[in-house]
């Protein structure tokens, strides 16, 4: 059974920084993609950020030259470095994994909180 297990989250002031981890459990094979979206309270779940196995990015609008997303395929491990964090990038972030065959898989979510 596959399980993608995030951490990193927490609380954190404005203007600092956090880095998230997602690491995957139980086989995994040909990923396309890997990433990260986060869900803000009665709001919809957003894309923030994600990297094709080729290493190609892709992020919102809002976190583009804040955050930097990076990922291992072989290890099956997604992070994504987060600088001058803004109040409004609370949220709880979800990993996501998706592969070519096997369709897609979600983390648990982990909650960031940033206080003005």
């Known amino acids: 059974q596959v399980q993608l297990v995030e951490s990193g989250g927490g609380l954190v002031q404005a203007g600092g920084s956090l880095r998230l981890s997602c690491a995957a459990s139980?086989?995994?094979?040909?990923?396309?993609?890997m990433g990260w979206y986060r869900q803000a309270p009665g709001k919809q779940r957003e894309l923030v950020a994600t990297?094709?196995?080729?290493?190609?990015?892709n992020y919102a609008a809002s976190v583009k030259g804040r955050f930097t997303i990076s990922g291992d395929n072989a290890k099956k491990t997604v992070y994504l470095q987060m600088n001058r964090i803004q109040p409004e990038d609370t949220a709880v972030y979800y990993c996501?994994?998706?592969?070519?065959?096997?369709?897609?898989?979600w983390g648990q979510g982990t909650q960031v909180t940033v206080s003005s």
């Open positions: 996501n994994m998706e592969t070519v065959i096997m369709g897609h898989y």
């Open positions: 990297i094709t196995s080729a290493g190609g990015t």
């Open positions: 139980g086989n995994i094979f040909r990923l396309s993609h």
